[in-house]
């Protein structure tokens, strides 16, 4: 072999020895793991309402035999589930199932012209010591005639979570959400309800607040993860819940519930009366949540409010909405709303049942899950009508005719998402509303 | 990394001139290229790397100086790599914009530089030479200036060991093909980190997966093809 092969051998070997030392370019090694983080401001809840008792009062009768007061703001229970009413004593623990008369009021609103508005109550009355609450807008006034009222001292509200009412609690029992003393020693006085777990000893009470420390909270790929701190133990017979609500269209949707801290990611559904590392006598230390939306099959575009709100445990099946406490909210982060599809538009005409043209008839929209209309329009003097911008969902079209003040008829309206030169758009909808 | 290229480009080229010395010295010198593969938990990816090694024979016996002889010898080593860190074995790095949280694996290219003093026995096996190998010496790290913060280098004690069958091409020119392992001696993963000059993300570690333990002795990999050249012929 001559030199000059050799050389020519090691000068490629120099050259291999080059390209496999090659210099990263200005990015190279940057290596994008995974989705971004999309960021939630989740914080207190303007508009969160808890449970409470208003107007208690008992007779001054001397029999002291009705004990009447108002509850609001009940959250929905689910399938099976009820909220008790109870009776107990707090020197000696002896409760009773309080048969009531239970006056539930379901309050709605609808337009009856394009400027106005009006409140629609359902009221249907029961007798039992249990009752259910499916609609948020729900207030249940309570009276208990029972005689052996001056027997006991508290009226308290429990759920059907914590099982039957018992007859005897123990001193360290605790159970009930909401509560108020009636009698103190000899002496009947109606005192202020607390929302909160009760028990017979005061030590043992937990008056529950709507308070936590957010660390994070983030949509990543198809999960949400919260990561929270601090967090009052939830009143018993209750649980923290994440759902996410559509504000438009009332829909809803249901992500779960807490989880412990790591390296453990066991339920907190029990945060309520349960012990466990994880908690001390009045608060959850720390806590998360994580929730695999594909799973569930939630697009979260569609909706457009998170919420951490407490619910009532029990029954076969989690509750099918929220109620209005909420402990916090967010909005949809702007980079997954504006993952949602454009406004889309509902026209129609409003005709009589022979076919001729209504003019001047209020025609108002409502999301199908919805309790309050979210548009509202009068018909032209051809009967035309139209919701220019509408967000993609499900709604309810009403026509109330002029001089009238309940819709006379209704149409039940979707506004799909198309795509639109690579974009999503809402569809525009036609629809015909006939009045007798 | 350029004074370095241009080191190892002018051993290569003087190589040649080895040729001029006399016959008689049994000295070989040998030029290989081969790849570098890390064990998982050193955060090392794998890499093609370049080496010289210059090596003197002896045979067992004096009165036995024939080619199909035992053979003894001493082998010195300089072995260059330009491994990448694997990001993923790391803290991920966030950086925020607006609402969005963006997360990256930040890995560096690290020049590695391999030095050893091996003993070399090898045995005559049908036209070939096996030879085994085992030897210490150093391996030193030169990490980015960019992702360190400034240049950094770690140089610690390594242990080198294989085999490796030698095949003689022509009189002068033998092929070798080599497989062994280096076990690194103080070995400090953290210190290959490109994320410290980064805010770090502290908020999907559950989601993450979790890197290999770091070993202080990672034993690697490595398998190389030599061109040995010795002056004077075998």
Redesign the interface.
Known sequence: ?T?SR??A???A??T???V?????GASG??????D?????SLGPASNAAFPSIANQRITAAAARDTIEFTVNNLPPVGIANAYQIALTDSATGNTVAAISRIIRTVRSRRPVTRDSSVIVATVDTTIGAQFYVLDTATTIAIRIAHANIPNYTHVLLRTGGEGAIPFLLGAATRTAFLSFRYKSGTAFAVQSAVLGTWAMASAGRVPFSAAATVV?A?F?GE?V?I?LRNLTRPPAGFRYAVWLVDDRTGTVARLGGLIAP?PNSRSLDDADVGSAPWYTTTMIPEARVRADMRALGVVPQDFTTLAVVIEPYGGYAPPSRPGTGVVLSAAM???VASRSASPGKIVGTVTSTSGRNVANTTVYLRGINMTIPSQVTTAAATGAWQFASVPTGVFKAYAIPVGDVAPRDSATVTVSAKSVNGKLAGDSVFVTLRIP | ?RRL?VL??GL??A??AL?AQPATARTAVG?R?GELVFAQATALKP????GLEAAWQLPWSPARRRADAPSFGIGVSLD???P?TD??QFP?A?VDR????????????V?LVQSGVQAQIGVPLAGARVIGYAGGGWYAMLLGSR?SGGSRRLIHPMASFGLAVDDPL?R??SARVQFGGTTYVQFNRSALD?TRSLPEEQ??R???PAPAPAPRTPTNLQYSVM?R?TPGGV
Do not use: E, H, K
Not at chain 1, 20 to 24: E, F, G, L, M, Y
Not at chain 1, 29 to 34: F, S
């Open positions: 072999m030199r050799l050389t051998i090691v000068r070997c120099a291999l020895a080059l496999a030392c090659q210099v990263d090694l940057l290596t994008v793991y995974g971004p983080l999309l960021d939630m994070d983030s990543w999960s993860r990561d790591l982060p702007s980079s | 990394m290229n190892v480009i290569l080229l190589a040649p040729g030029v290229l890499t093609p790397f370049i260059v790599s330009r990448r990001g993923a991920l966030a607006g609402d969005t949280t963006y997360l990256y694996a930040m890995a560096q290219r020049t992702a022509t002068t020119l490109a908020r999907i559950d989601a993450a061109l050249f």
